[in-house]
């Protein structure tokens, strides 16, 4: 059986989009140790690369926490696959001759559009695409809002 629906966002999303469905929050959702993780040592240089790039960002803006690190190493793990797929499909080119004598397609095209995907869904979730950072609604610095300001602009403070 499928599932319905979007998919329910949290509390702490819904605050930093302003709450714009004006909904009560439910509940008290976890607060995790907001410490920037350390990069895990397993990572390939090129996913390296990229955490080093995002992390800080995301750690900054309250979106990565300890329990987020295998999350954003997938995103960099895919990230890494993509970039060394498309390398070789950028030097190479897409096809490619058999012993057989036949056209084929190289690997490195499915790689891609496999890790491309993943690289997409990981993103969707860290607010690191296009789409989803239109979709939340970060105040300038991403202050923390006075309670009084908060009942100005409509936003609900957690329920209470």
Do not use: H
Not at 24 to 39: A, I, N, R
Not at 82 to 105: A, F
Not at 110 to 136: C, D, H, W, Y
Not at 137 to 144: A, C, F, I, M, S
């Amino acid at each position: 059986m499928g599932k319905r629906g979007p998919i329910p966002k949290s509390n702490e999303q819904r605050k930093l989009e302003g709450n714009p469905s004006k909904r009560p929050m439910k509940g008290q959702s976890p607060q995790p140790d907001g410490d920037l993780p350390d990069c895990p040592d397993w990572l390939s240089p090129e996913a390296k690369q990229e955490w080093s790039r995002v992390a800080p960002e995301l750690s900054r803006l309250g979106l990565l926490t300890k329990l987020d690190m295998a999350m954003l190493a997938g995103f960099c793990v895919s990230c890494s696959w993509w970039r060394r797929s498309q390398e070789v499909l950028t030097t190479q080119g897409t096809i490619y001759v058999s012993v057989k004598g036949k056209l084929e397609t190289r690997p490195e095209v499915m790689i891609a559009k496999i890790a491309g995907e993943q690289m997409n869904a990981f993103a969707a979730e860290f607010g690191l695409t296009p789409v989803s950072r239109a979709r939340m609604k970060l105040y300038p610095g991403n202050e923390v809002i006075d309670p009084m300001e908060a009942l100005l602009r409509g936003i609900e403070d957690g329920g209470k």
